[in-house]
């Protein structure tokens, strides 16, 4: 099984470019997230998704939007980036987001930078 | 607001020695608690959670982590470091709220 992939590994962006990260699941989870992780700060929840059709802000969803085109896949999308969204993106997915001890699944992580 | 507080950003041990990596969450309610292992250029995977079944809980790889309800911790303890251990970890904590809160993570140094 291939988990969950995500699309770009590495990325480099002027300010004020826009881009889409991608990701998908091939786990039939219902909930997905957008982290983002930098250094000394753990990951923060930019954005999660409980279930198809839904999605909802996090701790730090300013200069972000997601979609969830379906229940497999869930994108996050800078409009205009900015040097202070330089971080490691990490896409997770569980398989239900009110079930406390249901772990998270991640991805590999989208290394982008802005320049 | 809830937290979770990893002391130690930097452990090393020798190759051999016990790893002890700490973590403590701030609730009066315990929440979930997990463990996570990040090797370089990778994304999390899960070492142990604890549920409320056991206290002492067994993860892979021989890790294994301890709930302490009076002293809010879980810490991680592996008796034997291996050089394959060196890796960052990270302690997170799902709260009653459906909030997973994630530690700053340690970085873990295994010398030979």
């Known amino acids: 099984n291939a988990g969950v992939t995500q699309t770009p590994k590495f990325q480099v962006l002027k300010t004020g470019q826009s881009m889409t990260l991608q990701c998908a699941q091939d786990m039939n989870h219902n909930s997905m997230y957008w982290y983002r992780q930098d250094p000394g700060m753990g990951l923060r929840l930019i954005y999660y998704?409980?279930?198809?059709?839904?999605?909802d802000k996090g701790e730090v969803p300013n200069g972000y939007n997601v979609s969830r085109l379906n229940k497999r896949e869930f994108s996050l999308r800078l409009e205009s980036a900015a040097p202070s969204q330089t971080s490691v993106y990490f896409c997770?997915?569980?398989?239900?987001?009110?079930?406390?001890?249901?772990?998270?699944?991640f991805g590999n992580g989208t290394r982008l930078t802005v320049t | 607001a809830q937290s979770v507080t990893q002391l130690g950003s930097h452990v090393s041990v020798s190759e051999g020695a016990l790893v002890l990596l700490r973590c403590n969450y701030s609730?009066?309610?315990?929440?979930?608690l997990f463990w996570y292992v990040q090797y370089p250029n990778q994304g999390l995977q899960l070492l142990l959670k604890?549920?409320?079944?056991?206290?002492l809980v067994k993860g892979i790889n021989g890790f294994e982590a301890e709930f302490k309800k009076s002293e809010t911790s879980f810490h991680l303890t592996k008796p034997s470091a291996h050089m394959s251990d060196a890796a960052e970890y990270f302690c997170a904590a799902h709260y009653n709220n459906n909030d997973m809160r994630f530690g700053a993570g340690t970085r873990l140094t295994v010398k030979p």
């Open positions: 604890y549920t409320s079944a056991a206290t």
């Open positions: 997770a997915s569980s398989e239900r987001r009110g079930a406390r001890n249901s772990p998270l699944h």
């Open positions: 998704s409980a279930s198809e059709g839904t999605t």
């Open positions: 609730s009066s309610v315990p929440p979930y």
